[in-house]
T-cell receptor, first 115, second 119 residues
Framework: SAVISQKPSRDICQRGTSLTIQCQVD?????MFWYRQQPGQSLTLIAT?????????ESGFVIDKFPISRPNLTFSTLTVSNMSPEDSSIYLC????????????FGQGTRLTVV | AQKITQTQPGMFVQEKEAVTLDCTYD???????LFWYKQPSSGEMIFLIY??????QNATEGRYSLNFQKARKSANLVISASQLGDSAMYFC????????????????FGTGTKLQVIP
């Protein structure tokens, strides 16, 4: 199992500004993931962050809008840049060893409201 | 095509009663894993229960059980003796088997069911 600490837990931000979300894991993990959950929706994968390489973004997400850092095997950040009200969502980091019978572990989530 | 389908956007259940949350899935892979998560209003994702495609018996974890009907491709979550604290969003998810050539297989989530427990 993995214990994930994500912060901030919530924030209210002005449009046009940026917010950096941090995710700390209590053990070394190869793969970390960032999800967005828009209001009333399911989870959508933004990108996969592997240590020592560029993040891999899913269709519809770009690095300029959601830059990700992965400086070591226990830490990652996601920045939501130049925010607009449409970015109001819950953002979740996750670790997942990719094994068939092993669940994905999630941080507590960051509830972002852009005004 | 949707890989995970949850047809109940919202459900109500009386406290202390049992409730079934539906989930159907679509895969041609013989190896897969099915997961259920609970998401309270706080936003965190809490893992509840896992069922493997080769498991012979339905998974159970305390008040949670999974009604796994492989031929029908359904993996319904049953919550017994509902409690007020069970009010939350519930997501069904699936991970398919190892892709050819190796690599990582992502988890796919359904659209969720909002459960409200009535006192």
């Amino acid at each position: 199992s993995a214990v994930i600490s994500q912060k901030p837990s919530r924030d209210i931000c002005q449009r046009g500004t940026s917010l950096t979300i941090q995710c700390q894991v209590d053990s070394q993990v190869t793969m970390m993931f960032w999800y967005r959950q828009q209001p009333g929706q399911s989870l959508t994968l933004i990108a996969t962050a592997n240590q020592g390489s560029e993040a891999t973004y899913e269709s519809g997400f770009v690095i300029d809008k959601f830059p990700i850092s992965r400086p070591n095997l226990t830490f990652s950040t996601l920045t939501v840049s130049n925010m607009s009200p449409e970015d109001s969502s819950i953002y979740l980091c996750s670790v997942d060893v990719g094994q068939l019978n092993t669940e994905a572990f999630f941080g507590q989530g960051t509830r972002l409201t852009v005004v | 095509a949707q890989k995970i389908t949850q047809t109940q956007p919202g459900m109500f259940v009386q406290e202390k009663e049992a409730v079934t949350l539906d989930c159907t899935y679509d895969t041609s892979d013989p190896s897969y894993g099915l997961f259920w998560y609970k998401q309270p209003s706080s936003g965190e994702m809490i893992f509840l229960i896992y069922q493997g495609s080769y498991d012979q018996q339905n998974a159970t974890e305390g008040r949670y059980s999974l009604n796994f009907q492989k031929a029908r491709k359904s993996a319904n979550l049953v919550i017994s003796a509902s409690q007020l604290g069970d009010s939350a969003m519930y997501f069904c998810a699936m991970r398919e088997g190892q892709p050819e050539g190796g690599g990582y297989q992502k988890v796919t989530f359904g659209t969720g069911t909002k459960l409200q427990v009535i006192p």
